[in-house]
């Protein structure tokens, strides 16, 4: 039988950079206490024998409440495990080696690494590790997970470690003290129990962590003075996601540019000559249809990928941690804390992980609130569709303009959102703010590749299914009854789009765009492509013919539109999911509904007569 | 005399004498290390009534000042 072994410490211990390194696959590394939200688990070798390895949500105590304590609990309750591996800060073991005693004094197979080690030597911080394994009785290693020192001892260990244990039962680890009952003596009695182990966890971190007298004033202390200051600190972090921002769009742009050159030399040389004997149908099908939209799509991922680069940087940076403190004053008056602005922020990579993140907080209300608000994130598929968009139409002295426009209003209808639902007695919490801070921290270019790769590979395989059979299904629709023009207002999609047409006529979305923002139901990744399939063109004939047709009012309306409507089909199955309720996720879907054809069509009517357009 | 940790300058460091909160704060809190006993220094406050970062031993803390109401500090 195959063995398993599961990761459990405090957030922000390393935990995911320690799955990392064992297992060479790639779980999300977030300098965010408790952002591993997904049980990843990966096989590996250990001493001639496969082993699971299993990342559990990071917990602060076995005692807990939040919805990570619970699955942790869940976890421990239901599975057999053959060994717990318990990572600790270096630089907190004053307070981190409570989980440790109170899983040694269950009796489970455990393994303390002391991680960060590489900074408790840049600091002088020394840790007896003999000392400490005899304190707790458990083997003890002191490791880097991100830098990788004391591989080859932990590998010895891990080995050492699975060959004594006996095993532990479902549920050993979760006596049933451990039920969380709420009733006030257990609580009464828990805390009572923490506080003696407290006692023994102080005593045995003074005899074997040695601390200089006095700490080396750190970098971050430093830095903190100006990041966190309280004049500086909120324009330096505007200013540093603008350099974001910016920096994705002008590495983006040729990149961007030589991808569609690849694509358009595979349909010139190879695509076109294989399908010139087939039948008409069949080469529109192929050709138009599902290579043009997949290479106008395609043209984007570059600008996907930088993007998740940059925010690798970012969230691994410690800077978010940041933004939270400085965003809560504000954020508190919207019935939302700094943390659920770091989640906005997330959003503007992709809202799904941006809503699964919520489960750091305790609050359903809260937890309820913040979903409501993130999916008016300008989502990286937002963003290649306005980018598009906005390169066909605008000059490029304005597009930086526009965009930064459309930044600005996905806050403000975020907020605006907030600030008319927190009122409501689902939204209202009570939830305290009391978030770790860690230490700026510069990640490795391993961490940010393998954050930057994973995130990619993970949007193309969830998205390339919807993609491949949204696009096609566009083109079934303007092509079908069979023998109609592509398109016209005799084919399906055109019949969809004059029915829709006094609905969306107002806002200057005419009937072509209506198909488009149809499929952009399904996901946004889809818009540009269905455009591409609508009007049978690509790429650069595409973009021209778009700026022909189109007003910049209308554009700006098609955008407005584009940017507060449901973001797409994977955001709301995650909602209703995350949620666990349905009428929930229909509301999340019919507010931002409402709200978009409501700033479309106040923009259009009044920018059209301002400007006569 | 006691204070509380809202009323802590910046800079200052003072000793925790009692936490009056809920048992899920309550516990949260002892998992940051902010326990009776302990030192505790006040780096700074944000701006428009916002957060408080804090340290204790090794550990920095953001804690909203209506939740750092409830700890009670031995004035100095
Ligand atoms: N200096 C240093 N940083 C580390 C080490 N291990 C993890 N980190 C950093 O600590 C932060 C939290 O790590 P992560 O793996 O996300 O922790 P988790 O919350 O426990 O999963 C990230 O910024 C990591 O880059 C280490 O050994 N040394």
Redesign the pocket.
Known sequence: MSKRIALL????????????RLTGAS??????????VDLLSAKILIGGDMVEVV?LP?IYDLHGYSDDEKVVRHFLERQALDLLVV?LNALQLDRQLVLPLQLAQLGLPVLVLV?????AKTLGIRIDTQALAAGLGLPVVA?????G?GQAEMQAALKSALQISQGMAAGAATPDAIDASPDAIAARKRLQEDDSLEDKAAALSRSAVDVPMQLPERFSDKLDRVLMHNVFGLPLFFLAMFCVFAGVFWLGTPLQDAMKWLFDLFNAHVLTPVLAGAPELLRGFVVDGLYGGLSTVAAFVPVIVLFFFFMAVV????YLSRAAYLMDALMVRLGLDGRSFVMLLMGFGCNVPAIMGTRVMRSRALRLLSMLVIPFSLCSARLQVFLFIIGALFAPTQAPWVLLSLYLLSFATAFLTALIFRGQKHFRSEEPFVIEL?PY?L??LR?VWMRGWLEVSHFLRRASKIIVSGVVLVWLLTHLPSGVEAASAASYAGMIGHWMQPLLGPLGIDEKLTIALIFGFVAKEVVIGALAVIYSLEGDALAHHIAGSLTLIQAYSFMLFCLIYTPCLSTIATIRSESRSVGFAVLAVAWPLALAWGASFVFYQVASRLLGG | MTTRLTTLKPGNSAAITAIHAAEALHHRLNALGLRVGKQIQVMRQASFHGPLHVRVGSTDIIIRRSDAACIELRAA
């Not at chain 1, 410490?9 to 990392?20: I, V």
């Not at chain 1, 991680?115 to 900074?119: F, H, L, P, Q």
């Not at chain 1, 490791?143 to 830098?147: H, M």
């Not at chain 1, 969230?315 to 410690?318: F, T």
Request: no cysteine; charged share 20%; glycine share 14%.
């Open positions: 410490g405090m957030p922000n211990t390393g935990k995911s950079t320690l799955f990392n779980a999300r590394v977030g300098n965010w206490p408790g952002v591993t990342d990071g990572p991680n960060m080690m590489d900074e490791i880097s997970a991100k830098y020192l969230e691994d940076s410690g860690p921290r990640p490795t961490q």
